[in-house]
C-alpha cells in the first residue's frame, strides 16, 4: 500500500532539492500572462507566480517561483479518463488521480466486454485465416518461415523470428508441399529394423509482411493470442485500437484496457483497465526545472492563472550544469514526454470512492467514482519503453513451433489457396 504523505514528501523534495551553489538570478520587474508567450518566443526561461486571481492546483504549485525553461508549446486534443481497479471481492473501483492520455499516445486498447472480463482474441493462425483482417497484431512470439532461391535455383526456407507486440500485414494463404525423410519400421520380431523413406506433407500458411518488409509464412498450427487492427465500418470483437481511433470513432465514457504500450513513468496505481470519461482540448507548454539536481519534464497548461517573470539574462544560467542538463533533457525527451500517460495536476482530492460491480450495471452510466493518491509529473532517467501490461500476461505465455525446422525437408510447390480482399 502505497503511503500517500510519504509520496507527497517525496515530491516536494524532489523539486525543491535545487543546487546550494545556486546564484542570485536578476528578474525582470514586469512579469506577463502565461498565455502571451508564443511559441516563437520558446524556448526560454522564466519563472511563474499566481496572479491571485485563484490558487493553482497542487500539482503545479509546486513548480512556481523557481526557473523554468520553457521547451515548446504545442495543442492537443486529450482524453481524461481513470484506473479501475478490481478488489478480490468482487466489486470494481475507479482510483487515483485523473489520467491525461494524449491523442498521440502510441499504445494498443483492447476494448472491455461489459462484464469487464477480458475481450477476445485469436487463439491460433488458422483462426485469423478464417477472417483475413487486413492486419494483425501479435501479442505471442511466433516464428515463420521466408521462401529463398537457392544457389542450384531451387526454393529453400529460412527461419523468421517476429517478436510479440509486432503488426503484420496479412496478404494471402499458401499452401505448401514438403518432401522429408521420415522413419518407419520394417519386418517382424527380431528382423524388425528402422529403414528410411521419403514421404509428401502439406501444410497450410499464413502469407504477411512484417515491419521490416519481409514477406513470412506463418503455419496455421501457430498457438498464441493475436488480435486483428481496428479498421472503420468493420464489425471485429478481437480488434485492437489507438487512442485516436477511440477518440474520433466511438462515444464516450468507454471502458478500456491497455493491451501494449508505455505505462505512466510516474508512481501511481495503474492496472492497464481505464474508464476513459470526455475528450478535450489543451494548449500546453512543455518544460523542464532548471536548478533541480536532477530536473524533470512537466506540461504547463496555458490556461493557467499565472504570471511568466523572465530574468534580465539568460547568461546567469550558462554556467549552471543543471541548466545545460535541463536543455539536453527537453531535446531528447520533449517530444516523446509529449505522448505519455499523464496524471492531472488537480489533485481530485474531492472524489469519493463509490465501488461498482459490473454484473449489476444496466448502463454505461453507472456512476464509477475515485479513491486519491497524490503524484507528481515527471520523467528523469531512461526513457519509458513499451511492454504488456500486467493485465495481459498470458499474452506472451504459449507458442507452437509446428513446423519444419528439424531434419531435411525439400519445398515441392507453394500454391496461393485465398488471397486477402482490397474491399476489406
Known amino acids: 500500500m502505497l503511503n500517500i504523505s510519504n509520496m507527497a514528501e517525496t515530491v516536494e523534495n524532489s523539486v525543491k532539492n535545487g543546487d546550494d551553489e545556486s546564484p542570485e538570478i536578476s528578474w525582470n520587474p514586469d512579469p506577463q500572462p502565461l498565455r502571451d508567450i508564443q511559441s516563437d518566443a520558446l524556448p526560454?526561461?522564466?519563472?511563474?507566480?499566481?496572479?491571485?486571481?485563484?490558487?493553482?492546483?497542487?500539482?503545479m504549485s509546486l513548480y512556481c517561483k523557481q526557473p523554468l525553461y520553457l521547451h515548446h508549446r504545442r495543442q492537443r486534443r486529450q482524453v481524461l479518463g481513470r484506473t479501475i481497479?478490481?478488489?478480490?471481492?468482487?466489486?470494481?473501483?475507479?482510483?487515483?488521480?485523473?489520467?491525461?492520455?494524449?491523442?498521440?499516445?502510441?499504445?494498443?486498447?483492447?476494448?472491455?466486454?461489459?462484464?469487464?472480463?477480458?475481450?477476445?482474441?485469436?487463439?491460433?493462425?488458422?483462426?485469423?485465416?478464417?477472417?483475413?483482417?487486413?492486419?494483425?497484431?501479435?501479442?505471442t512470439p511466433l516464428t515463420g518461415i521466408r521462401i529463398l532461391e537457392g544457389e542450384d535455383g531451387e526454393q529453400a526456407f529460412k527461419e523468421r523470428k517476429i517478436p510479440a507486440g509486432s503488426i503484420l500485414v496479412v496478404d494471402s494463404v499458401q499452401s505448401a508441399k514438403w518432401t522429408t525423410c521420415a522413419e518407419r519400421e520394417k519386418g517382424i520380431g527380431v528382423r524388425k529394423k528402422k529403414v528410411e523413406e521419403w514421404i509428401t506433407i502439406e501444410i497450410p500458411y499464413l502469407k504477411c509482411t512484417d515491419a521490416d518488409e519481409t514477406?513470412?509464412?506463418?503455419?496455421?498450427?501457430?498457438?498464441?493470442?493475436?488480435?486483428?487492427?481496428?479498421?472503420?465500418?468493420?464489425?471485429?470483437?478481437?480488434?485492437?485500437?489507438?487512442?485516436?481511433?477511440?477518440?474520433?470513432?466511438?462515444?464516450?465514457?468507454?471502458?478500456?484496457?491497455?493491451?501494449?504500450?508505455?505505462?505512466?513513468?510516474?508512481?501511481?496505481?495503474?492496472?492497464?483497465?481505464?474508464?476513459?470519461?470526455?475528450?478535450?482540448?489543451?494548449d500546453l507548454i512543455v518544460a523542464s526545472t532548471v536548478m533541480n539536481k536532477r530536473n524533470v519534464l512537466i506540461e504547463i497548461p496555458v490556461s493557467l492563472p499565472v504570471l511568466a517573470q523572465f530574468p534580465k539574462s539568460e547568461e546567469q544560467?550558462?554556467?549552471?550544469?543543471?541548466?545545460?542538463?535541463?536543455?539536453?533533457?527537453?531535446?531528447?525527451?520533449?517530444?516523446?514526454?509529449?505522448?505519455?500517460?499523464?496524471?492531472?495536476?488537480?489533485?481530485?482530492?474531492?472524489?469519493?470512492?463509490?465501488q461498482y460491480n459490473?454484473?449489476?450495471?444496466?448502463?454505461?452510466?453507472?456512476?464509477l467514482k475515485t479513491l486519491d493518491m497524490v503524484t507528481n509529473i515527471s520523467l528523469g532517467g531512461e526513457e519509458p519503453s513499451d511492454r504488456f501490461m500486467e493485465s495481459d500476461t498470458d499474452s506472451i505465455s504459449s507458442v507452437d513451433h509446428s513446423m519444419p525446422t528439424k531434419g531435411v525437408f525439400k519445398l515441392l510447390e507453394l500454391t496461393e489457396i485465398k488471397r486477402k480482399s482490397t474491399d476489406c
Not at 491525461?100 to 461489459?114: H, R, T, V, Y
Open 215 to 282: 514477406e513470412v509464412l506463418l503455419p496455421f498450427s501457430s498457438k498464441g493470442r493475436f488480435s486483428s487492427v481496428y479498421e472503420k465500418d468493420i464489425n471485429n470483437d478481437r480488434s485492437i485500437y489507438r487512442l485516436k481511433d477511440l477518440i474520433s470513432d466511438f462515444d464516450m465514457p468507454i471502458i478500456v484496457r491497455l493491451v501494449y504500450g508505455k505505462a505512466p513513468v510516474v508512481p501511481c496505481i495503474f492496472t492497464g483497465m481505464i474508464a476513459l470519461r470526455e475528450t478535450v482540448s489543451a
Open 85 to 139: 481497479y478490481h478488489d478480490p471481492s468482487g466489486p470494481y473501483y475507479e482510483v487515483g488521480q485523473t489520467l491525461i492520455l494524449p491523442d498521440n499516445f502510441e499504445g494498443w486498447f483492447e476494448i472491455a466486454p461489459s462484464n469487464f472480463n477480458k475481450a477476445p482474441v485469436f487463439r491460433s493462425i488458422e483462426e485469423v485465416s478464417k477472417i483475413m483482417p487486413r492486419k494483425i497484431f501479435n501479442r
Open 358 to 367: 459490473p454484473q449489476k450495471s444496466k448502463t454505461k452510466e453507472s456512476g
Open 44 to 59: 526560454c526561461v522564466c519563472r511563474l507566480s499566481t496572479d491571485g486571481t485563484t490558487s493553482l492546483p497542487g500539482g
Open 317 to 354: 544560467f550558462s554556467e549552471l550544469n543543471t541548466f545545460q542538463d535541463a536543455k539536453k533533457l527537453c531535446d531528447k525527451y520533449a517530444v516523446s514526454f509529449s505522448s505519455l500517460i499523464k496524471l492531472s495536476p488537480d489533485m481530485d482530492t474531492h472524489h469519493m470512492k463509490v
